[in-house]
C-alpha cells in the first residue's frame, strides 16, 4: 500500500570530509571530497532554514571531523535560533582550549565523542594518530565542564571487541549519560577493511552478554545502546529507520542522500541543495522515492510480517552483498542469500588480517599495521 510522505525528523550534516585521524571502519564514501567541494557557510545556514521549515527537529553535526569548520559556532547559533536539537559528533582530536564552551554559548544540545578504543594503544592503531586517545579524554572532560550532555560511541570491530567491558568503566568515569556500542556497518572504508576488521563468532556471543548484563546493572546509571552486528544477526536493522522515511543526510557539497551509502547504488541520481530546494528533494527526488515505503519489494519482504518493522533492511548492504539495492537485506535469514553472510564471515577469518586500507583522501593504500 503506498504510504503517505511525512516531514523528516533527523538530518545528518556531513559539514566536510577533512579528518585529523584515519579510521579504517569508516562508513565515509572511499572517494573523499576535498575542502574546496565544501559548500560555504551561507548555503548551510539556508539549508538548515530549509531543513527547520520542513519539520526537522534534530540535526546531527558530523563529517569527517565537523570542529574542522571554524564556522560551526554560527551554523549552531541559527539552528538554535530555530529550536533545531543538535549534536556535534566529534573525533575530539585536535579541539582547541574553550572551543566547547564557545559551542556551548552558541546553543549546541549535546556531544557524542568518539574512541577507537577503550586504551590508548588500540585507539592509536585504529585512527592512526599519535596521542589521539589522551586529546579525547581531554575533550570529553572539556564537554562535561561545559556542561554539555556526553554520548561514548565506541566503533566495535575484532582489534577492540575484547575492550566492551572496559568502554562501560570509560564511559562512566568520564560521566558519560550514554555509551553507543556499535558494531561497525560495512559500508565505505569498513567495507574495504571487512577482512581486518570482521570479528569471530565468540567475540560476538561474549560481547552480547557482556552488554546485556551492563545494561542491567548500570540501569539509570549509563543508558547503553547496542548496534549489533548484521552479520552475525536474524533479522536486519531498520536502517536509517527506513529509506528515506523520516531522516536523510546532506554531504559536505550539498548532495542530498537518503543514507551515507547511497551513493553506493550505481542507477540512483542525487540532488544538490541549491540545484533544489529541500522540499522537492524530500518529496519529488527519484532517489528517495526508489526505496520508499513497502511498494518496491518484492518477495520475501513483500509478504512478510516484519516489512514495517525493519523496511526490508539496508538497501546498500543489499546492493554491496545480492548485488542489487532492490534485493532483500541478505542479513535477514529469510533472504535466499543469507548464507552468503556466514560465508564472508569464514572468508574474513581465512584472509590476511593485519592489513588496513586507512582513509584518506585519495587512492586507498594497503598497509601492514
Ligand atoms: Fe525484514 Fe524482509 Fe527479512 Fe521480512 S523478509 S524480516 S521484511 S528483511
Ligand atoms: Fe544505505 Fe543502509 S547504509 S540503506
Known sequence: MTQA????????????????LQCAYCSNPVELLKANREMATEAWLALFDQAADLGVLQIHLSGGEPTLRPDLEVLVQRLASRGVYTNLITAGVGIAEGRMEALAQAGLDH?????????????????????????????????????????????????????????????????????????????????????????DRASVERQVETVRKAQEDLYGVLAIDFVTPDYFAMYPKPCMGGWARDAFVVAPDGSVLPCHAA????????????????????????????????????????????????WGGCRCQAMAIAGSAAETDPACAKSPLHARMAALIDEAMAADREEFRYRRIGSPVLERQ
Not at 133 to 138: D, G, Q, R
Open 5 to 20: 510522505i511525512l516531514p523528516p525528523i533527523g538530518m545528518l550534516a556531513e559539514l566536510t570530509h577533512r579528518c585529523p
Open 111 to 199: 556531544v557524542q565523542v568518539s574512541f577507537q578504543g577503550a586504551f590508548a594503544p588500540t585507539t592509536e592503531k585504529i585512527g592512526n594518530h599519535r596521542g589521539a586517545h589522551e586529546k579525547k579524554m581531554e575533550t570529553a572532560r572539556q564537554v562535561r565542564a561545559a556542561g554539555l550532555p556526553l554520548t561514548i560511541n565506541a566503533p566495535i570491530h575484532r582489534h577492540n571487541i575484547e575492550e566492551v567491558p572496559a568502554f562501560i568503566d570509560l564511559a562512566l568515569a568520564l560521566d558519560a549519560e550514554r555509551l553507543e556500542i556499535a558494531n561497525v556497518q560495512y559500508a565505505g572504508w569498513a567495507l574495504l577493511n571487512r577482512n581486518a576488521l570482521m570479528p
Open 263 to 310: 551513493g553506493t547504488i550505481p542507477d540512483l541520481v542525487f540532488d544538490r541543495f541549491g540545484d533544489k530546494s529541500l522540499a522537492e528533494i524530500w518529496l519529488q527526488s527519484k532517489a528517495f522515492n526508489a526505496f520508499r515505503g513497502t511498494d518496491w519489494m518484492s518477495e520475501p519482504c513483500r509478504s512478510c510480517e516484519r516489512q514495517e518493522i525493519d
